[in-house]
């Protein structure tokens, strides 16, 4: 039986779409919901093995990112509560990543020790990155990934912690799962290729089982090679063949499905 999926979207949230083909391109089954939906019960979470928060702007990131819809979920405590201590996954994408971070999910304890802030750049980066997946990572989802290639586009992706322990504890713990990195695959300090500026270039985080995953790439934008924004010379360099060539962003989704298999 094919997992099932929730993607949550509305006020503001936008990579409906792009998720919903990216999880049936997996494999999945999938349903859209807002966030009302599923604060008011008109969505059961017990329905669902995994759940999609989008990117997108959130409240308009007024009271900044992210933090009006978590407060928004935490009326729907218990349920997600249920939800993350179950068997399930949880992907979080851009401001999907933002709302789970002021969630508390990656923290340890209850007092939020890291955050998602603006970029050192000071305005929001629209581009491609490359990175590297972790091995030793816990993140179910970046299994076996390596070396990808992801858009980005964001204004507030710089990951950083409270102080040194914390950032010692994510790394400890196999929670930083995957990482900016340059041409030849060093861990990204600079822009471009670091786009925010984030803490020893972190790029997605699990929380301490593997299962809730956090990333400011977006998988869900790569779902398609015509998606490469170097797709026309590939086809040139590579014929016909190039669309048989399986788009890095759709390998997260394949490792999600393959999970309950």
């Known amino acids: 039986m094919k997992p099932n999926a929730l993607i949550l979207t509305g006020n503001g949230l936008n990579t409906e779409k792009?998720?919903?083909y990216s999880l049936r391109a997996a494999g999945a089954t999938a349903r859209i919901a807002t966030l009302y939906e599923l604060v008011d019960g008109d969505v059961d979470l017990g329905d669902y093995q995994m759940l999609a928060i989008c990117?997108?702007?959130?409240d308009g990131d007024d009271l900044g990112a992210g933090v009006a819809?978590?407060?928004?979920?935490?009326?729907?405590g218990d349920e997600m509560r249920r939800f993350f201590d179950r068997d399930t996954l949880t992907y979080g994408v851009c401001n999907g990543f933002?709302?789970?971070?002021?969630?508390g999910v990656f923290n340890d304890g209850a007092r939020r020790d890291l955050t998602l802030t603006y970029n050192d750049a000071g305005f929001f980066y629209d581009g491609w990155v490359r990175l590297k997946a972790d091995p030793d990572s816990r993140c179910v989802f970046t299994k076996g990934l390596g070396a990808l290639y992801l858009p980005v586009?964001?204004?507030e992706g710089k990951f950083t912690t409270k102080d040194d322990p914390t950032l010692q504890r994510l790394h400890s713990n196999g929670?930083?799962?995957m990482q900016y990195v340059d041409a030849q695959g060093n861990t990204a300090t600079k822009f471009p290729e670091n786009p925010n500026g984030s803490v020893d270039a972190i790029a997605g985080a699990c929380d301490k089982t593997g299962r809730i995953f956090g990333t400011m790439p977006h998988f869900e934008a790569f779902n398609s090679i015509t998606?490469?924004?170097?797709?026309?010379r590939m086809k040139r360099e590579i014929g016909a063949g190039v669309d048989d060539v399986e788009p890095d962003g759709i390998k997260l989704f394949r490792n999600m499905v393959s999970y309950f298999s």
């Open 98 to 103: 933002q709302i789970l971070v002021k969630m």
């Open 153 to 155: 586009r964001h204004g």
């Open 175 to 177: 929670q930083v799962a």
């Open 227 to 232: 998606n490469h924004p170097h797709y026309t």
């Open 18 to 20: 792009e998720l919903d």
């Open 69 to 76: 819809t978590a407060k928004r979920l935490g009326e729907a």
């Open 55 to 58: 990117g997108g702007f959130s």
